[in-house]
């Protein structure tokens, strides 16, 4: 959930000034044909592999701990070889092939449908927030450090309920994320997770909306990208921009059209604007390892859920 800390952290860096290195939304450049998918196989199927490795993620009395089990071998994956239970968190409790809901991209007959229930571990993790994880990697590689190159991109699409249909909690409900290596400021390459995620807020009266945050600013913390607030339902396209000098530009927009730079993510507030452009944890991106979607819900009862479609990385050369 978006703390008093994290809205402190937006507002002192509103007076941050646009990084003028960013010129390409993402999805420009080459698509990475060994990553992503369009679901659009016929009989696409998940094999779950049961039973799915349980988040240990709780409080035994002394503080919050998190136990990572070994690996949950056979894991579940799907048969095409693009999606994968991850190595410390269990997949969501649905994976589907479904009909494209209307407004989708043309041309579009499937989608992937997501949601989750039992994320936590039974009689340990019931009634908290928990997180499942869905990675999306290259056929028989988790990881694959694709590097950075003259600029990278991720795209999605993301199907909405109704506000009314969403897991009644606030905090964060889908995250559109990466797998990557970044160089910290001594020249060490380290493992992060960053990515967009909707989180859902309610207003005084009690109405849910939802927003975008990012993980994570400079400083390592979650920052909220947008002062925009949504109660739409349908389509959105999500994007991240891994820039040349290793930052991290973040997009969004309704709809299924491509990304222009007028869907960069800004936090507004009076005459000053704040881009969600970052090095997060102050890292520098080196190369990527794979894509993820993270759904939150409250550990027992069902999470929102959520379509995805036509999940891409694109590589961008000197002549883009």
């Known amino acids: 959930?978006?703390?008093?800390?994290?809205?402190?952290?937006?507002?002192?860096?509103?007076?941050?000034?646009?990084?003028?290195?960013?010129?390409?939304?993402?999805?420009?450049?080459?698509?990475?044909?060994?990553?992503?998918?369009?679901?659009?196989?016929?009989?696409?199927e998940y094999n779950?592999?049961?039973?799915?490795?349980?988040?240990?993620?709780?409080n035994p009395g002394s503080g919050w701990v998190e136990n990572i089990q070994a690996a949950n071998n056979p894991r579940g994956s799907s048969a095409n070889g693009r999606w994968q239970e991850g190595p410390t968190r269990g997949h969501p409790d649905v994976v589907e092939q479904v009909r494209t809901p209307s407004g989708g991209l043309p041309g579009s007959r499937y989608a992937l449908r997501l949601q989750t229930k039992d994320s936590g571990t039974p009689n340990l993790t019931e009634g908290t927030l928990q997180q499942d994880d869905l990675l999306n990697i290259v056929p028989g590689k988790r990881i694959r450090n694709l590097p950075l190159g003259e600029g990278m991109s991720v795209v999605t699409r993301i199907y909405v309920p109704p506000i009314a249909q969403w897991e009644n909690r606030q905090g964060y409900h889908i995250g559109f994320r990466v797998g990557a290596t970044g160089r910290n400021t001594e020249g060490k390459s380290i493992n992060y997770w960053p990515g967009i995620w909707m989180v859902l807020e309610k207003d005084s009266n009690g109405n849910p909306q939802y927003?975008?945050?990012?993980?994570?600013?400079n400083e390592g913390q979650d920052a909220l990208a947008t002062d925009k607030l949504y109660t739409r339902g349908g389509w959105w396209t999500l994007g991240m921009a891994f820039q040349r000098d290793g930052s991290i530009a973040y997009y969004a927009s309704p709809?299924?059209?491509d990304l222009t730079p007028r869907d960069l993510l800004t936090y507004r507030a009076g005459s000053q604007s704040a881009a969600a452009i970052y090095k997060p944890y102050e890292?520098?991106?080196?190369?990527?390892?794979?894509?993820?979607?993270?759904?939150?819900?409250?550990?027992?009862e069902w999470s929102t859920e959520f379509i995805v479609d036509d999940v891409a990385v694109y590589s961008v050369s000197s002549e883009e």
Request: zero cysteines.
């Open 283 to 300: 890292l520098e991106f080196q190369d990527l390892d794979y894509l993820f979607f993270s759904l939150g819900n409250t550990d027992g």
């Open 211 to 217: 927003r975008f945050a990012v993980r994570a600013n």
């Open 1 to 44: 959930m978006i703390t008093i800390r994290a809205i402190a952290s937006v507002l002192a860096l509103l007076a941050f000034s646009s990084n003028t290195s960013v010129n390409l939304p993402p999805g420009i450049g080459t698509r990475v044909a060994e990553f992503g998918d369009t679901f659009e196989e016929p009989g696409w």
């Open 48 to 58: 779950f592999n049961s039973p799915k490795l349980h988040n240990q993620f709780h």
């Open 255 to 257: 709809g299924v059209d």
